[in-house]
């Protein structure tokens, strides 16, 4: 099966930078794209920037600047740079995955379990 593990959340100072990196292991044949999600307390879940297998990237509004996206497709690897943190980027990080297994001929979505950024003031 496919599990994605996630890892570099943490606690930080405002101003401060993180590294989040998310592994994709398992049965999988292919990625294509693949994300990062937040969720803050009382918040919906929100799109932070996605990447295409190819390299194309997209943001939101509110991290363009100082968020960067990239992946490693050799290491079935994503990551996300974050710089100039802010404490409203506090919330938990969400790892998501499109990809084909072995033996599949259609696409599935996964999700990794979370972790927490903590940006103080």
């Known amino acids: 099966q496919v599990q994605l593990v996630e890892s570099g959340g943490g606690l930080v100072q405002a101003g401060g930078s993180l590294r989040l990196s998310c592994a994709a292991s398992?049965?999988?044949?292919?990625?294509?794209?693949m994300g990062w999600y937040r969720q803050a307390p009382g918040n919906e879940r929100e799109l932070v920037a996605t990447?295409?297998?190819?390299?194309?990237?997209n943001y939101a509004d509110s991290v363009k600047g100082r968020f960067a996206i990239s992946r490693d497709n050799g290491k079935n690897t994503m990551y996300l740079q974050m710089n100039d943190l802010k404490p409203e980027d506090t919330a938990v990080y969400y790892c998501?995955?499109?990809?084909?297994?072995?033996?599949?001929?259609?696409?599935?979505?996964?999700w990794g379990r979370g972790t927490q950024v903590t940006v103080s003031s």
């Open positions: 998501n995955v499109d990809l084909l297994r072995f033996g599949s001929s259609t696409r599935s979505n996964y």
């Open positions: 398992g049965s999988i044949f292919s990625i294509n794209v």
């Open positions: 990447i295409t297998r190819g390299g194309s990237t």
